[in-house]
């Protein structure tokens, strides 16, 4: 069970929509949910692993109509073009600015990623090499989400 704190003023189903229009694309339906139940912000447990071992944190998932742009899902996507691929869409940030992912592409729609701005390509086009599969779904992310305290 994950806690939310400093999550923004509730959307309604319209928000959603309006955003999908901005991004020309369909928002995988657990995030959707996540999104009218919390709209974006912080998360606990927040350490992500990675093949059993911890690989970063979650610092915060975006949310829609965020006055603050370094929170708006929208404004997130359209300063991250030409750095990430167009089949993937961006949900969230590490605190070292790294940044979550959904998989666009059919064969795993909704899969999250991890893109890794320390190892992108800003000579040029987008590639794969700085992208690494973090769960096949929103819903999993969050499962696998745990304390490193613990």
Same mark, same amino acid.
């Given at each position: 069970?994950? /806690?939310?704190k $400093?999550?923004?003023?509730?959307?309604?189903? !319209?928000d959603? !929509?309006?955003?999908q229009?901005a991004?020309?694309?369909?928002l =995988?339906?657990?995030?959707? /949910? @996540? %999104?009218?139940?919390?709209?974006g912000?912080?998360?606990? =447990?927040?350490?992500?692993?990675? !093949?059993?071992?911890?690989?970063?944190f979650?610092?915060? %998932?975006?949310?829609?109509? $965020?006055?603050?742009?370094?929170?708006?899902?929208?404004?997130?996507c359209?300063? %991250?073009?030409?750095?990430?691929?167009?089949?993937?869409? =961006?949900f969230?940030e590490? =605190?070292?600015?790294d940044? @979550?992912? @959904?998989?666009?592409?059919k064969?795993e729609?909704?899969?999250?990623y991890?893109? !890794?701005?320390?190892?992108?390509?800003y000579e040029?086009?987008?590639?794969?090499? $700085?992208?690494?599969?973090?769960?096949d779904?929103?819903?999993?992310?969050?499962?696998? %989400?745990?304390?490193?305290?613990?």
């Amino acid at each position: 069970m994950i /806690e939310v704190k $400093n999550s923004y003023k509730t959307i309604d189903i !319209d928000d959603i !929509d309006q955003a999908q229009k901005a991004l020309s694309i369909k928002l =995988p339906e657990q995030y959707a /949910e @996540f %999104l009218l139940k919390h709209n974006g912000g912080t998360i606990f =447990p927040d350490g992500v692993m990675v !093949d059993g071992k911890h690989f970063d944190f979650v610092a915060y %998932l975006y949310s829609i109509k $965020n006055k603050l742009a370094v929170d708006d899902l929208v404004t997130k996507c359209n300063e %991250l073009k030409g750095m990430v691929l167009d089949h993937y869409l =961006p949900f969230g940030e590490s =605190p070292g600015g790294d940044v @979550f992912c @959904f998989s666009l592409l059919k064969h795993e729609l909704g899969a999250v990623y991890y893109w !890794d701005h320390e190892e992108a390509n800003y000579e040029g086009e987008p590639w794969e090499y $700085n992208m690494t599969k973090v769960a096949d779904s929103f819903s999993m992310f969050i499962e696998q %989400l745990y304390d490193c305290d613990e």
